[in-house]
C-alpha cells in the first residue's frame, strides 16, 4: 500500500496517496499504524468508494469503529461537499465527526496540519 509515514505538531501520521487501491477493510490498515506506531491514517477521498459516503450501506460506521476500537484516529481528506450536500444524515455525521477528535472530513492536507495545529489534536 503505498503511503508516507511524516510527523505533524506531535503526532504521527500515515497518510495513503490518492493512487491505490479502494479502501473496503480497516484491518490492513490498522496493523500499517501499528507497525509505523502512527497515531492517525489519512485517506484520500479517492481511495473510498462513493457506497462510503451512503451511511445506510454502514461500511463508514465499520471502518470508524474499528479505529475507534483501536484508538486510533483518522482523517478523510478531500472534497466531499457534493455527497454532504445531497444527504442530510451524511452532512450530520461529518458536523459531529469534525467536533470531536477522532475522526475528521477535511478538505486536504493543509486543513490537517491546521486543525492539528489549532491544538484539537489531544485525545478526549
Known amino acids: 500500500m503505498s ?3 511524516l510527523e505533524l505538531h ?13 479502501v473496503r477493510d480497516a484491518s490492513e490498515l490498522i496493523s500499517l499504524a501499528w507497525e509505523h506506531q502512527v497515531d492517525l491514517i489519512a485517506i484520500p477521498t479517492a481511495r473510498l468508494e ?8 454502514g461500511l463508514a460506521g ?3 469503529q474499528k ?3 483501536y484508538r486510533l484516529r483518522l482523517a478523510i481528506l478531500g472534497d466531499i461537499s457534493a455527497q454532504v450536500e445531497n444527504s442530510k ?6 458536523y459531529e ?12 492536507r493543509e486543513a490537517l496540519v491546521a486543525r492539528l495545529a489549532s491544538g ?5
Open 3 to 5: 503511503a508516507q509515514t
Open 10 to 22: 506531535g503526532v504521527r501520521i500515515l497518510e495513503l496517496q490518492a493512487e491505490g487501491p479502494q
Open 50 to 57: 462513493e457506497t462510503f459516503f451512503k451511511l445506510a450501506t
Open 62 to 64: 465499520d471502518l470508524v
Open 67 to 69: 479505529f475507534v476500537n
Open 89 to 94: 444524515a451524511l452532512r450530520g455525521f461529518v
Open 97 to 108: 465527526a469534525n467536533q470531536g477528535a477522532h475522526l475528521w472530513f477535511l478538505k486536504d
Open 120 to 124: 484539537a489534536s489531544a485525545h478526549r
